[in-house]
């Protein structure tokens, strides 16, 4: 089975500084996806990254990276520069290549508020 | 381009009613999945879709859940006998075949009483 934990029920960040996101996983699939979604408060879940496990660099697109360490099974988010519009839901999530390939497996998600 | 389209936004219902809710994913998408996600908690995947293939029905919590697809279209998720824990939003995701993102649809937002 796999699963997704996410120890962060709430972060509280001031704007402009970065922010990481803490996931860690769990599966016996030897091959998987890992990735992260933003879900404002109005609700749309939002791709923001993905990690293949065995790519050999870490995920980036924009302000947002993504810590994969295998070794440790974590897949931490990290976000430069944070800005307001960053508030919002984020889910770590896992979906298997061999094992579960057709769903997303989720964590509980953190809520990250942006302070003026 | 359209986006995945789902209705109706939100739907309230007494409990021991069916309610059906429905899916449009992007054209050209050949998996479509159903998601719940109870306030405050995550997604749990309920069921997929990949082409003609045998649905996934794996997540579906009780056989008062179902859902069918037509082709590569349109989805209907139905709930019979609804009761108070069926409350949930309901999100649906398509992507086109091999691809690892899924795109959501906004979600029906359904009330049991």
């Known amino acids: 089975a796999q699963k997704i934990t996410q120890t962060q029920p709430g972060m509280f960040v001031q704007e402009k500084e970065a922010v990481t996101l803490d996931c860690t996983y769990d599966t016996s699939d030897p091959s998987y996806g890992l990735f992260w979604y933003k879900q404002p408060s109005s609700g749309e879940m939002i791709f923001l990254i993905y990690?293949?496990?065995?790519?050999?660099q870490n995920a980036t697109e924009g302000r947002y990276s993504l810590n994969f360490q295998k070794a440790r099974k974590s897949a931490n988010l990290v976000i430069s520069a944070s800005q307001l519009g960053d508030s919002a839901m984020y889910f770590c999530?896992?979906?298997?290549?061999?094992?579960?390939?057709?769903?997303?497996?989720f964590g509980q998600g953190t809520r990250l508020t942006i302070n003026p | 381009g359209a986006g995945v389209s789902q209705s109706p936004s939100n739907k309230v219902t007494e409990k021991g009613k069916d309610v059906e809710l429905r899916c449009d994913p992007i054209?050209?998408?050949?998996?479509l999945y159903w998601y719940r996600q109870r306030l405050g908690q995550g997604l749990e995947f309920l069921i997929y879709f990949q082409g003609n293939s045998a649905p996934d029905k794996s997540g579906l919590p009780s056989d008062r859940f179902s859902a069918e697809r037509t082709g590569e279209s349109v989805s209907t998720l139905t709930i019979q006998r609804t009761q108070q824990e069926d409350s949930a939003v309901y999100l649906c995701a398509s992507s086109p075949y091999a691809v690892n993102e899924q795109f959501f649809g906004p979600g029906t937002r359904l009330t049991v009483l």
């Open positions: 990690q293949g496990s065995y790519d050999q």
């Open positions: 054209s050209g998408h050949t998996a």
């Open positions: 999530a896992m979906r298997g290549i061999i094992q579960g390939a057709q769903k997303l497996v």
